[in-house]
């Protein structure tokens, strides 16, 4: 990839995520404080709604730089081999262009997925026990982590819930991300111009993408919140079936509103600001007297 065009994906993506968890962070609060064991109210309820805020904000830029760094030279560079695996295995040399489409938006944001998750994971982790407790900020529960009081190790404890993240952004994008590209192209199609695509209707369409793709997977979500807030770390489908058993499956459920709201709204601002990043990059040629 082109220094220019990785620096596109950078800058994007640092606006992007920075000004959308920025706006939603009281909704993300409400929703961590809905999922965690005690209910809403013994985790907080109203006050102290920008507790974490510093974690978020730390993480959100490189985060989301890591992930469109990531989509966006896997977008181009996986496009070629996902191509030919579809005509080795469907034996057609002219397989359709929506399919290798598909395949390459999911593949690349489950590329640029884990590689996030690399800075987001442990953020989140620090986030939402700062979120749940009373009086701690991000850098003292940071302190308590690096302390190893359970013995469970520092990088196990920051990196709890890694494996259940990963299964929660994996279905995530690959609903998202191609949902996304299909309803930006579908427009397009429709405007019949040649220019970038107006960053008002990518916003549309990565909302949209965002509030199908919250909704359907909140239980994976709940999860993991509750992995992160545990003090000790606990085998996944054992946590599964001590929470269907003493909470009932509806729990699972739990922070769909909340959760589904900010995606859709955070959606549009997340991928309308990477559009618009882009747009203004694009159209102005400002980056392309690098080298
Ligand atoms: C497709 O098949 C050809 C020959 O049958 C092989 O050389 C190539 O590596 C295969 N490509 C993929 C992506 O599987
Ligand atoms: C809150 O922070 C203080 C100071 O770092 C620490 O001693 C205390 O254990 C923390 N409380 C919890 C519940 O994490
Ligand atoms: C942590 O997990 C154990 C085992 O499932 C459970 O009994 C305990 O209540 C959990 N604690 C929190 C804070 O979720």
Redesign the pocket.
């Given at each position: 990839m082109v220094l220019s065009s990785f620096l596109t994906s950078l800058l994007s993506g640092a606006a992007a995520g920075t000004s959308t968890d920025l706006v939603f962070f009281p909704i993300d609060t409400l929703k961590t404080r809905l999922q965690?064991?005690?209910g809403f109210f013994a985790n907080g309820g109203y006050h102290g709604i920008y507790r974490g805020l510093g974690s978020a904000i730390v993480a959100s830029a490189p985060s989301a730089s890591l992930f469109f760094i990531s989509y966006d030279t896997m977008k181009v560079e996986a496009r070629p081999y996902i191509e030919k695996l579809i005509q080795n295995t469907t034996k057609n040399d002219a397989p359709s262009t929506q399919l290798a489409d598909t395949l390459t938006h999911m593949f690349s944001s489950s590329v640029g997925e884990v590689a996030a998750c690399l800075v987001r994971v442990p953020a989140e982790v620090i986030k939402q026990r700062t979120q749940v407790h009373k009086t701690n900020s991000s850098l003292q529960t940071l302190k308590i982590i690096l302390r190893n009081e359970n013995g469970d190790g520092i990088r196990k404890n920051l990196y709890r819930g890694w494996s259940t993240t990963i299964m929660r952004e994996i279905p995530f994008t690959c609903i998202q991300f191609p949902l996304y590209e299909f309803l930006k192209k579908k427009w397009k199609e429709a405007d019949a111009s040649d220019g970038p695509l107006n960053p008002v209707k990518g916003a549309i369409s990565g909302s949209i993408a965002g509030g199908v793709a919250a909704a359907t997977t909140t239980p994976l979500d709940f999860l993991k919140t509750?992995l992160m807030?545990?003090?000790?770390s606990?085998p996944v489908r054992?946590?599964v079936q001590?929470?269907y058993r003493d909470e009932g499956f509806k729990i699972f459920f739990s922070g769909i509103i909340p959760r589904t709201m900010w995606i859709s709204a955070g959606g549009a601002i997340f991928l309308g600001v990477y559009e618009m990043t882009h747009y203004v990059i694009d159209t102005s040629h400002l980056l392309s007297t690098f080298p």
């Open positions: 965690a064991k005690g509750r807030l545990n003090k000790t606990i054992h946590l001590n929470i």
